[in-house]
């Protein structure tokens, strides 16, 4: 009942999104459906309409810093590739995730590599990201309190 549950509202967004009521898309969009809810399964847990307002506060919240990292950080890259000097020192450096769903981390991982100068190229089975910087020296420092800023509100979204 649950999977079914699940089944119908993807069915119906794959309909809004294909805006076709054909024969055999109505059957794959079923399908898509279908093998979304089973593959989703393990994270579906009871709804609990109390957290709804935190969650939604740390959605917000959580958007917004992307939101400002994504700008701030392309406004350092614009400034590296302009400067004809290119002051780069890149690195890898070890990002400890601290997340305790694998799904928290990859949000994070996401994150991080959507910021400009910043590349998660692996994700070890701790949970550390190895993450490439244009600014290997200056990222350590700025690294450990936005990960824990992150993951303080991945908690809260995911819990």
Request: hydrophobic fraction near 50%; proline fraction near 6%; charged fraction near 15%.
């Amino acid at each position: 009942m649950a999977r079914l549950r699940l089944t119908i509202p993807l069915f119906l967004v794959y309909l809004a999104l294909t805006s076709n009521l054909a024969w055999n898309n109505l059957l794959v969009g079923l399908l898509v459906g279908a093998g979304l809810s089973w593959l989703l399964r393990p994270l579906l847990r009871p709804f609990q309409w109390r957290r709804l307002p935190i969650a939604l506060l740390a959605v917000a919240r959580y958007l917004l810093v992307l939101l400002v990292d994504l700008i701030t950080s392309g406004i350092q890259v614009a400034r590296i590739v302009l400067d004809p000097k290119l002051p780069i020192r890149p690195g890898i450096v070890a990002i400890p995730s601290g997340c305790e769903s694998e799904l928290a981390t990859a949000l994070s991982a996401h994150a991080v590599s959507l910021t400009p100068g910043e590349l998660v190229v692996e994700v070890g089975e701790d949970g550390t990201m190895y993450t490439h910087c244009l600014d290997a020296t200056r990222a350590a420092e700025y690294v450990a309190e936005a990960q824990q800023m992150r993951r303080d509100l991945l908690q809260k979204i995911l819990r």
